[in-house]
């Protein structure tokens, strides 16, 4: 029972942040264009956050391993939630500047970078607690709750932006993140036994790595769907704005995929448990690579609404396929190092393709960068399935029994 709640605060913390960081996020913009006068500075947060997450596989190594239990959780969320607050508190006394949108988004970084494995590695651990088969559960429903935020979120924060509410956003985004750090500080930390000696200040990703071919799999296929994610994101944008239906497009695409990750939420675990997680987790992405190839050729928002739905529906079942390979075989050190080198994959990854996303679609369109896109998530989900089936890499019951 004890588990049971424990792993109830954790996924009401994870939820309850996640919601007001996307309701807030439609207003961070709009208070730093009105306080600098600066378009630029507009990403400054984001693109700050972004570099320890990076760069955290040289320097969270040890840190990451503190990381192991609600109390110490709720230190990391304190410290974001500081962060978080500069910025309104700045805006109000209007000293907001550069520099400290630079540092609230270095310190948001190095939060996010400890918190986010952190929160996966102790709601895993205690679905162990819990009973067979929770841990990946637990993370299932983690990852669906920040799918209803995606969803619902950010309407929700455009009314509230209408209604006159920008800095207040911005504060309760950072209350947000103070209540799920004490939500989780009731969770105390289940500190396995290892089987095997682990390295002084926790193993590094590459060691995690060793023996575990399709963990590594596993992040190839979903990294190539974060390098190829702008395709979908800013190539919808532009292909609005080019038809003079500016924001129907990726609206509509959103939706659907917002709904068709909902769905594959309630399903995912039901098909994970039935078939070898490396061939669906490729099987998900190549799916989802034809769906944005089916964009590009029939660019139409009733096609982009229903493409964007089955591709959200396959993404989130391959999501669950890589957190099975995971949970099934690790826990403690290696599992948050694992949960670690996974964020890095999904942050580097996304990064990646912004950035060299928008010269793409400058120089062959919005409708061929899809196409492209999609043709390259799917070849490499091919190989990557062809791969394992030749290496005979350990999959189904066999990982099972690892």
């Known amino acids: 029972m004890r588990a049971k709640l424990e792993a109830l605060a954790l996924l009401a913390g994870s939820g309850t942040a996640d919601f007001a960081f996307r309701i807030a996020?439609?207003?961070l913009p709009l208070v730093i264009l009105r306080e600098t006068g600066s378009v630029a500075a507009t990403g400054l947060v984001g693109g700050a956050a972004g570099v320890p997450v990076l760069l955290s596989p040289w320097w969270a190594r040890k840190a990451r391993q503190w990381v192991d239990s609600g109390p110490r959780l709720a230190v990391v969320a304190l410290v974001s939630a500081l962060a978080l607050a500069s910025v309104p508190t700045a805006a109000g006394l209007g000293v907001l500047s550069p520099q400290l949108?630079?540092?609230?988004?270095?310190?948001?970084?190095?939060?996010?970078?400890?918190?986010?494995?952190g929160r996966s590695a102790l709601l895993a651990d205690t679905g162990d607690r819990w009973g067979e088969g929770r841990a990946v559960l637990l993370l299932?429903?983690?990852?669906?709750?920040?799918?209803?935020?995606?969803?619902?979120g950010p309407t929700a924060g455009a009314f509230a932006v209408a209604a006159g509410f920008t800095n207040e956003l911005l504060w309760i985004e950072a209350v947000a993140v103070v209540a799920a750090g004490l939500l989780a500080c009731t969770v105390q930390p289940e500190r396995a036994v290892a089987t095997q000696p682990v390295?002084?200040?926790?193993?590094?990703?590459?060691?995690?790595?060793?023996?575990?071919s399709d963990v590594l799999y596993g992040w190839i296929v979903?990294?190539?769907?974060?390098?190829?994610?702008?395709?979908?994101?800013?190539?919808?944008?532009?292909?609005?704005?080019?038809?003079?239906?500016?924001?129907?497009?990726?609206a509509a695409g959103m939706t659907g995929y917002g709904v068709g990750s909902l769905v594959g939420t309630a399903v995912s675990l039901a098909v994970v448990r039935r078939t070898k997680p490396v061939a669906t987790a490729a099987v998900a992405w190549g799916w989802s690579g034809l769906c944005w190839v089916g964009m590009g050729v029939w660019t139409t928002p009733p096609v982009v609404a229903v493409t964007?739905?089955?591709?959200?529906?396959?993404v989130v079942i391959g999501i669950a396929a890589i957190s099975v390979l995971i949970t099934r075989s690790s826990q403690?050190?290696?599992?948050?190092?694992?949960?670690?080198?996974?964020?890095?994959?999904?942050?580097?990854?996304?990064?990646?393709?912004?950035?060299?996303?928008?010269?793409?679609?400058?120089?062959?369109?919005?409708?061929?960068?899809l196409v492209g896109a999609g043709l390259i998530t799917a070849v490499v989900a091919g190989l990557v399935l062809l791969r394992c089936q030749?290496?005979?890499?350990?999959?189904?019951?066999?990982?099972?029994?690892r």
């Not at 979903?222 to 702008?230: A, M, Q």
Request: a positive charge; hydrophobic letters at 40%.
């Open 25 to 27: 996020q439609v207003a």
């Open 101 to 117: 949108l630079v540092l609230s988004g270095l310190l948001l970084g190095f939060g996010d970078a400890l918190s986010n494995p």
């Open 140 to 152: 299932t429903w983690q990852d669906g709750l920040r799918r209803i935020g995606m969803l619902i």
């Open 199 to 212: 390295p002084a200040g926790g193993p590094s990703i590459r060691e995690s790595l060793r023996g575990r």
């Open 222 to 250: 979903r990294g190539t769907g974060c390098v190829t994610w702008f395709a979908f994101t800013l190539g919808l944008s532009v292909v609005g704005e080019q038809r003079g239906q500016p924001g129907v497009y990726l």
């Open 308 to 314: 964007g739905a089955l591709s959200g529906l396959t």
């Open 332 to 369: 403690g050190a290696e599992r948050r190092t694992l949960l670690s080198g996974q964020s890095v994959v999904v942050s580097a990854g996304s990064a990646a393709g912004l950035l060299v996303g928008g010269p793409i679609i400058g120089a062959i369109g919005a409708e061929y960068s």
């Open 390 to 401: 030749t290496a005979g890499t350990l999959t189904g019951e066999a990982a099972q029994q």
